[in-house]
């Protein structure tokens, strides 16, 4: 699993674009008396919106042109992601395809040196950009560690309590097998913010990806913690207990039913707290067929199969009403619709 930076998630970052947009034609350090940059750089957002990538980046590279020193690290931000969005994995080692990674590098650069940090937009675009090249020069795109690092450093040294950063430099030194070196920056993501239940699902993945079974559960455990009414938490523990016992054939049975026990303690806290959890039903029927796998007696064989057919059709029922729900919402959407065309 790559570095991706926390927050490139698909509608914040066009939230962002808007934010950014506004921030250009505003007034203040912003202010563009250049009305070409200004359009050149909204009609960039358009096309990116829209996922037309390739005419962003035309369209950005325009915007810049008219106003390449004024400012506008977000519109070199922007560029970079352009850029970025193209880059294909599949496609790694081709020219072209490798050539808009480096473009992207090279404007995520142009926007930091732009963004000087005096205002939150700065900081936050700043910020963003150096995410964006740790990701960039990852195995998945331009696979070089010696520029990751200092970029991963770099951005530790601007925002020292941030655990996804820390996070960031920890997974670059687990993809170079360094991994007593990551396990540290993971243990102080944890110290940067104790209380913060992502810390643990961090460490826990990294534990996990290195086989340690029961540190990866100590970890998630450590999590519910300081989410104790989080469904999730819980069940996501179990998926980890029913996937142990299903995968390794040679547990020991006092261990495999400690493992089926705590797995089915989760998903009833799960349920517990969302007693419409479908996941949580699916799974719990599943731990509980495992569990009927190692009694001896017949009756609580059938009893524990019985309660397994009980939440599996339960949880089918929801899912099936659930689909029909939307099926029709979906039809009713549609006939408005066409009632307007009328």
Known sequence: ???RPGFARGTVLILGLTAGMGSVAGCGKYAIHNLRFVKGFKDGTEAYKKSDFAS?????????????EEGQGVAYFFLANSYDQQFKASHKGEPVNDGYMKKAVENYQKAIDHLKG?????NQYRRYSYEYMIAAYGPDKLEDFSKAEPIALK?????????????????LYEDQGRYDEAEAQFKKAIEAKPTDPGVYTAIAGFYNRQGKFEET????EKRTS???????AYHYMATFYQDK??????????KKRDYIMKGLDAEDKALALNPNYT???VYKNIILRQQALIEKDPAVQKRLTDEADRLRNKAMDMTKKANQGAGGAAKDAKDSKDGKKG
């Open 279 to 281: 996941e949580a039903m």
């Open 118 to 122: 005096t205002t939150p937009m700065d």
């Open 226 to 232: 300081y989410e104790p009414n989080n469904p999730e």
């Open 217 to 220: 559960m100590v970890a998630l």
């Open 245 to 254: 016992v299903q995968r390794q054939f040679n547990l020991a049975p006092a």
């Open 56 to 68: 962003a980046a035309k369209l950005f590279e325009e915007a810049i042109a008219f106003d390449p």
């Open 1 to 3: 699993m790559q570095f």
């Open 155 to 171: 951005l530790i040294e601007l925002t020292p309590n941030e655990p996804v950063n820390l996070q960031a430099l920890g997974k």
